[in-house]
């Protein structure tokens, strides 16, 4: 495979401490090939791409860029807590989750925080740029498993806010939801505001806590269409919290975040119950065989997921995460390198379930340089 006119990508020569998978403009830019020749591993997309409905309802939305979106997406507010049998003033959309992230860290005026970790970097930038003291309580292999005595004891200190992500980026590893219930209790007893990102649950629905959110006064339920529908370039994300919350937080969120054609597209998606139906039976079957099949070559050590991808630690001591990474890439390959993520070393890289022939082609390559 030729070189890119730009040299040799690497896990490291294209991402800072901050950055994320999926970019795969940089990776094409540095191989000197367009972006639609990269197999993206690094980016948790749904591999069977945006619903049918959701390219129709773009079309019809084309028209509705001659106006002003609605200014808080009501519309879309209201077919999103249909979906989710939620009232609507439980529910705020943004801008993707990272503006509600941000958003976050700007109202609810805290000064200690506590991040379980390894999770996404954005929550640890979002409540430091708001000046906010941020400490780690890590989560620790081969099970990623939150012990709550443990976190009973450290939150016991005093702590404004709990970041929790469930299922867990990147491991992929779910805390059960009595266990999460049991944790909401707590910090409701020590009046510490508990944040879950549940960006990767609508793979295991029943797992959510958005009925809960909805009436506890210091949980706050952070979703997202980037995932699951695969609109990572539309940016749509929400909360869902009590509605007083709700109406606290809207009178800090910018009128018109969310785009018109956005909107029309997002509440497409939410409509399409065949869609979803179909993702869940395509990733109950098609992400064990891969599992299965990574776990079968020697030098590469896996870890139980709930979600649309796994985390991976590379086991062969003479191979190193850098020449992994670049040998993937001769095959324009792209996967999550997590050297970055605070709990986790330069061995260990994420996966994301494509389609079988895609995944086929991963297998190859893999099985090719651990040889």
Not at 4 to 32: C, E, I, K, M, P
Not at 35 to 48: C, G, T
Not at 296 to 321: H, Y
Request: net charge positive.
């Amino acid at each position: 495979m030729k070189k890119g006119r730009l040299g040799r990508w690497t896990a490291d020569s294209r991402f800072s401490l901050h950055s994320h998978g999926g970019n795969v403009y940089a990776f094409a830019r540095t191989r000197g090939i367009a972006p639609d020749q990269v197999l993206d591993f690094s980016a948790s997309i749904n591999p069977l791409g945006w619903p049918r409905s959701a390219a129709s309802a773009y079309r019809r939305a084309l028209s509705r860029i001659l106006h002003y979106p609605e200014p808080y997406a009501e519309t879309f507010t209201a077919a999103l807590a249909q979906y989710h049998n939620l009232d609507p003033e439980a529910v705020l959309v943004g801008n993707g989750a990272t503006q509600l992230i941000y958003l976050l860290a700007h109202v609810l005026r805290s000064s200690r925080v506590l991040l379980i970790a390894p999770l996404f970097s954005e929550y640890e930038r979002a409540f430091r740029s708001s000046g906010l003291l941020v400490e780690h309580f890590f989560l620790r292999p081969p099970t990623f498993a939150l012990v709550l005595d443990r976190l009973k004891n450290v939150l016991s200190t005093g702590y404004d806010a709990l970041v929790l992500t469930n299922p867990n980026s990147p491991t992929g590893a779910l805390m059960p939801r009595a266990q999460v219930e049991e944790l909401a209790q707590l910090c409701r007893r020590t009046n510490t505001w508990l944040i879950v990102d549940e960006t990767f649950v609508d793979w295991v629905e029943e797992e959510s806590l958005k009925q809960l959110a909805a009436r506890n006064s210091h949980l706050m339920i952070l979703r997202s269409l980037t995932k699951f529908f695969a609109l990572p370039g539309l940016r749509v994300g929400y909360v869902i919290a009590q509605p007083k919350l709700i109406k606290r937080l809207r009178t800090r969120i910018e009128p018109w975040s969310v785009n018109a054609v956005a909107q029309e597209v997002a509440r497409a998606c939410v409509q399409d119950l065949s869609f979803v139906r179909r993702s869940r039976t395509f990733m109950a079957r098609e992400r064990p065989w891969l599992v299965a099949q990574l776990a079968a070559l020697p030098g590469l050590g896996l870890f139980p997921s709930a979600a649309n991808f796994f985390l991976v630690k590379i086991t062969k001591s003479e191979l190193t995460m850098l020449e992994f990474s670049r040998r993937l890439a001769e095959d324009n390959l792209l996967v999550r390198a997590c050297g970055n993520f605070p709990g986790l070393g330069k061995q260990f890289f994420r996966v994301a379930v494509r389609t079988r022939p895609e995944n086929q082609r991963l297998l190859s390559a893999c099985a090719t340089i651990l040889a």
